[in-house]
């Protein structure tokens, strides 16, 4: 069973910018794709990004294409999440997540293993 962890998060002014990190152990981390989820107080968590499993390609919402960029090295198990220009609409907990075997997908139901999410508080 993957584990994985992220860390990053914090507070940070409008205008600026975070880099998050998700570090998996166990599993098979190169063989699949990974994501980046959010959930801000009182919506659904929904899409942030997500890397094939040989980092191209790759695909961002709407909302933050253009600002943030995932990235990912398999030597280290890890993937990254680097956030810039960052607004209090990108305000949420930012969870990372493992694709399923075989797949390339914003769906979280195509996502079978999660972090514990790592707090962005953006203010204005």
């Known amino acids: 069973q993957v584990q994985l962890v992220e860390s990053g998060g914090g507070f940070v002014q409008a205008g600026g910018s975070l880099r998050l990190s998700c570090v998996a152990s166990?599993?098979?981390?190169?063989?699949?794709?990974m994501g980046w989820f959010r959930q801000a107080p009182g919506k659904e968590r929904e899409f942030v990004a997500v890397i094939s499993s040989l980092s191209r390609p790759s695909s961002y919402a709407d909302s933050v294409k253009g600002r943030f960029t995932i990235s990912r090295e398999n030597a280290r198990n890890t993937v990254y999440l680097q956030m810039n220009s960052l607004k209090p609409d990108d305000t949420a907990v930012y969870f990372c997540?493992?694709?399923?075997?075989?797949?390339?997908?914003?769906?979280?139901?195509?996502?079978?293993?999660w972090g514990q999410g790592t707090q962005v508080t953006v203010s204005s």
């Open positions: 166990g599993g098979t981390f190169y063989r699949r794709s």
């Open positions: 997540a493992q694709g399923t075997q075989g797949t390339y997908s914003s769906l979280s139901a195509d996502f079978d293993s």
